[in-house]
């Protein structure tokens, strides 16, 4: 068998991200051919704001992207995030069709159908739906119940729901450039995906993906996807921070940011609590001899960070699970570097807090394996697991799609035809 490639496009608000890589059937891990990072433009808070600018961005990271993999890239599984996004836990029951047989594929997709019954406004779109748990006549917490004998079967789903508009925005770039959508993927659900140990996802965890412009989260209980949200904040939030109170501009806050994470990794732990800071060597044009490194990370960097894990907490609170998660945090996206983050997190939260880097990826990983690209490994990861036909299409993301863009019982049962065996 051919090894099959498998692309993915990162929107984010800072970047965008293309990555290629190669399914290789006898291994785990996913070979990487190619990848192109390039600063975004056109997108707040994970919304389009402007559909040419993105359009020009994605177009020059695809093609950078191809040149380095010698591959052309037709098909793509695309991020999508932000306050937009939100999620329901849904049941549906239904009678097993032969009830002295085995509960077989048909049942399921019935099951997780009658699940997804939901009704949603005409201006949202499901992107997916995942079984948390099937109850086989009465008998709970089965993870899969094909091949069970039983005459009752639920199961319990966790949906996830964005704005159509938006993911309109999404495809209508996608299409001005040829490329095909293999499905939309919530980024944080794909950054969980690159970074969380099942062990985690067992015993109950948080994964908080912290990009530019927006914070996504998804909750594990018992190994299921049980919440996902997202908040208005990012990591460019403490870079205004910084231009405020230092009176410098956006550029020279990033650059200071970015500096400030990069002396106090390369210091001695005996050296951290020196106070010194030079920022000589960024050659900003404003004057900054007198900025001490305990104004800037205690001063102005931490309140910023208190204040999105107080958010979070809030969050996590809203959604019932709150005390579901002993592993408590793991930290993706750019943002989960700041200096400060893991102190600051854990006096706020009172919960165990790890930075998470993507796992189980080969190839030309030097740059990627960085919390920064969580959701672009993750977005392959995820749709290498989801897809099982032929063309690697994230299978239940196409048959809702068409439900909600049809609503028609018909088209749908076309659909789950294609995906039985
Ligand atoms: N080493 C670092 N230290 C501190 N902050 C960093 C570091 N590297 C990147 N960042 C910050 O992370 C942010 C970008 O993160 P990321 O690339 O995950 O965002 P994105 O995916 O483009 O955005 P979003 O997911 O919000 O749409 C920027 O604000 C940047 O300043
Ligand atoms: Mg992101």
Redesign the pocket.
Known sequence: MVDKILAAV??????IATIVGVKDKDSEELRIIGFHSTP?KG?K??LIVDIDEITMAVEESVEKTERMAGQKINQVFVSV??PHISSINSHGVVAVSNPQGEIIEDDINRAVEAARAISISNTRQIIEVLPREYVVDGQAGIKNPLGMTGIRLEVDTHIITASQTNLKNLDRCLSELGLNNNGFIF?ALASAEAVLTETEKELGVVLV????????LCLYVEGALSYSASIAV???H??NDIAVGLRVSLQSA?KI??HL??ILKDRKVSQKKENDLNLNSLNLPENVSDVSLKHLSDGIIAPRLEEIFKLLADVIEKSGFADQAPSGFVLS???A???GMIEVGRKTLGMPIRVGSPTRVTGLVDELLN??YA?TVGLLLYGRSSSTNEEGWKNFNRILKDITFTNSIGKVKEFIKQFIP
């Open positions: 990162d929107i984010g608000s800072s970047k975004s997108i808070k994970g995030g932000g980024s993906d912290i990009g530019g412009g927006k914070t996504d990012g990591a460019k403490i870079t990033e940011k970015l994470n990069k996206g750019g943002g570097m700041t200096v919390p920064q959701t």
